[in-house]
């Protein structure tokens, strides 16, 4: 073969070659990325299913709860018909202990009714969560029911919240409800039966099928689908295409051969590797001419395509499904770890950075580590294992910087003169966490000048930085926009956390002393009580009541009762143990819990606390220079679970009748509840000139003439159950 001939194969080979590829590449890139979209779309799909039955069944626990919450029966039965009137349900069931229906509101869904956490074992009617209700003492007393309906209606809505088909299966393996087109559905059956787990199939006439559940927290077996959006006539145009292409080629081909030599040789070579996935081939450019040319624009071509490969590879998608997940854990969840995290791997995922962390102010202006990924070999201290180890303080180094002024930084890391604490890296971002409200002007990279009057005090709860950027450049302005819209997510998401746990802190606690306060004394004895029996303890409980605190009240005002209170809570909690509960019942009353505790330890703590109130006066603000100095004494009652009592009421029962037995021995002291007769006994009245046996001791129910009551013997005096001040 002569050189034109062998150059004019090498020319078309090296022309049609990348033709050929590209075509086929074409078509199996649409194909899969068909396929991909169709099988993120279902997956979105199915996390919005997921998320909608999830709602429902939230839903009904919460009517279930209402009407559970209800303790009289006439008025639970009226909760019922409210809860399905403002269509939290569409029915509710109330149910005795045995399992008979003692109450239905009308209208209900015909059955069979699927719990929310249990698996279909047939079809299904209707989505339901029960409800189990209990007196005070923790006796079952039945359930409560509520109900919606799984109805075509339902499934419908499904579809228009995720934007696809969906087919509702019976068993075994029969359609009950679809918004599927007739002509489809028998293709969608047959491929939905071909479907395990997560996996997506073909159906075979241009749609893409996946299942969805049964599994917990979502109980209907569901089949989701979308039709393919592949082009029509897709693959005739890449045929017609390499074909145009393959005769241009020939033509070009005789005209070039006879001056296309060593640079087509390194040409073909350069576009076989491209072919084979190589981006960092380069062609020398040994001269100016069109080959030359085309060598120089072939080396940019790839160069840049290289880049942008990477640069989407690293981004895109990652960036897309992370805000997904980020907004949903925002949205549904308290934990502040979680959310931490969850911000963490999306500010990594987005910027392509190789390590980050999260660090949160503590109460003494010191940045603590939460949250890290990536750091391993850059920690300043020896734990890394730990995140808190990660301490900087407010001011030093660049996140001390960025949370002492908002301001967020960005660029080169220059060692410190003095250890900061921070990571060592190359390239670095951080910005504050604070609301978009609290921020400064956006001033990228550069914080406020010293003594700049503009600059706004910095609001930041923690600082999010991030470090060395994959491929080694330099964190840009874009990056800095999109981690400091992460920045106000995460100040919004602590803020809300903290919120909330300072309202429900309070909403356990008592004002003045601090203390727990009596809504949570209920709990925590119920709760205590079941852990004492569950492994066979003790359960020691102290009734406190300060001795004559009226008079305390009365002789220097309630200022200083409310100083007394205060001072004698804190040297409560000085003489108990971390394990023990302290309470503030109301007014002077106290309850203290001690777990695993006898009636010998009890009444050690007891006497400790005699101790430490008697010894000590509590000091008050008087008129004068000098504090005034209060005597306090406090009187005891002791009850211990399971010997002087059943159930958790009784046992606070019997500790304060203990108590009002330490007030009648004349205060300042402790009593031990005593164990009563398990055995219920009756008092049966006789007359009064009842004369007594000759052995001279009384009988059951006998009473002395001289102290004999009407109606029949007298029990002796007692202390009043409901006073106060004593």
């Known amino acids: 073969m002569t050189l034109r001939g062998r150059l004019t194969v090498a020319f078309l080979v090296v022309v049609l070659g990348p033709v050929l590829l590209g075509a086929v590449f074409v078509g199996t890139t649409l194909s899969a990325v068909d396929r991909s979209r169709a099988t993120e779309r279902l997956g979105l799909a199915a996390a919005g299913v997921r998320t909608s039955v999830d709602a429902l069944c939230q839903q009904l626990r919460a009517a279930a709860d209402a009407v559970a919450l209800v303790a009289d029966p006439a008025a639970r039965s009226r909760a019922a018909d409210q809860v399905v009137g403002r269509g939290l349900a569409a ?12 109450y239905a509101t009308a209208g209900g869904p015909a059955g069979p009714w699927q719990d929310c956490a249990g698996t279909p074992a047939g079809p299904v009617g209707a989505l339901a969560v029960q409800v189990r209700l209990r007196d005070p003492a923790g006796a079952d007393l039945g359930a409560v029911a509520a109900a919606q309906p799984v109805d075509p209606a339902f499934v419908a809505r499904l579809a228009a919240v995720t934007g696809v088909g969906i087919t509702l299966l019976g068993d075994p393996g029969r359609i009950i409800h679809t918004t599927e087109d007739q002509g489809v559905r028998a293709a969608v059956l047959a491929a939905a039966r071909r479907v395990a787990g997560d996996r997506v199939v073909g159906a075979g006439d241009g749609r893409y099928v996946r299942r969805v559940g049964p599994s917990p927290g979502q109980p209907l077996p569901l089949v989701l689908s979308v039709p393919e959006q592949r082009p029509p006539g897709l693959y005739g145009a890449l045929v017609a295409a390499v074909v145009l292409a393959a005769l241009l080629a020939v033509l070009a081909a005789w005209r070039l051969a006879r001056v296309t030599t060593r640079p087509l040789v390194e040409l073909a070579g350069a576009v076989d590797r491209v072919a084979h996935g190589d981006l960092t081939a380069r062609v020398p450019v040994r001269s100016r001419d069109e080959i030359g040319r085309l060598a120089g624009a072939f080396n940019r071509m790839t160069r840049e395509t290289g880049s942008y490969v990477a640069a989407l590879t690293s981004s895109r998608d990652q960036l897309r499904n992370h805000l997904v997940v980020l907004g949903d854990t925002l949205a549904s969840t308290h934990d502040l770890q979680r959310i931490l995290r969850v911000i963490l791997d999306s500010a990594i ?5 190789r390590a980050g962390a999260v660090l949160l102010l503590d109460g003494h202006g010191v940045l603590v580590g939460q949250c890290v990924e990536g750091l391993a070999g850059r920690w300043p201290t020896e734990d890394p294992a ?10 030093a180094g660049v996140v001390g910087a960025v949370a002492a002024t908002g301001e967020p930084l960005r660029g080169r890391w220059t060692p410190p003169d003095a250890p900061t604490g921070e990571p060592t890296c ?12 609290a921020r400064g002007p956006e ?50 998401a602590v803020e809300n956390v903290r919120v909330h746990e300072e309202a429900q802190r309070l909403s356990l606690t008592d004002p003045l002393t601090g203390l727990w306060n009596y809504r949570y004394l209920r709990e925590s004895i119920r709760r205590e009580v079941e852990r004492a029996n569950r492994f066979g303890r003790m ?4 009734a406190l009541d300060l001795d004559r605190f009226k008079h305390v009240n009365d002789t220097w005002g309630h200022a200083a009762g409310d100083a007394v209170l205060v001072e004698f809570a804190r040297r409560v909690r000085g003489v108990i143990r971390e394990v023990d509960l302290a309470f503030r019942h109301g007014g002077e009353e106290f309850v203290v819990l001690l777990p695993e505790t006898d009636a010998r330890g009890a009444t050690i703590v007891a006497e400790r606390i005699g101790a430490v109130v008697r ?26 679970y399971p010997d002087h009592a059943a159930g958790g009421q009784q046992v606070l029962d019997a500790a304060d009748d203990a108590l009002y037995a330490a007030k009648a021995a004349g205060r300042d002291g402790f009593r031990l509840a005593s164990v009563g007769d398990p055995v219920r006994t009756q008092e049966i009245p006789v007359a009064a000139a009842t004369v007594s046996p000759p052995d001279g001791l009384p009988r059951a129910g006998a009473a002395d003439p001289a102290s004999a009551a009407p109606g029949g013997a007298s029990s002796g005096p007692h202390p009043p159950r409901q006073s106060r001040g004593r």
């Open 615 to 640: 010894d000590q006066p509590v000091p008050v603000d008087g008129h004068g220079d000098e504090p005034l100095r209060v005597p306090v004494t406090v009187s005891i009652g002791i009850a211990v």
């Open 91 to 102: 029915a509710v069931v109330i149910a005795d202990p045995t399992g008979r229906t003692s």
């Open 386 to 395: 730990d995140p808190a180890t990660l301490r900087v303080p407010v001011g």
């Open 443 to 492: 001033r990228p990279g550069h914080p406020p000048a010293d003594g700049d009057p503009a600059a706004p005090p910095s609001a930041a709860l923690g600082v999010l930085a991030l470090y060395d950027r994959l491929g080694g450049d330099e964190f840009d302005d874009d990056d800095l926009v999109m981690l400091r819209t992460f920045g106000g997510h995460a100040a919004v």
């Open 426 to 437: 190359e390239t670095y971002v951080a910005v504050p966490f604070a609301a978009p409200e």
């Open 349 to 353: 995922a987005g910027t392509g950075a």
């Open 539 to 542: 359960l020691s409980v102290l």
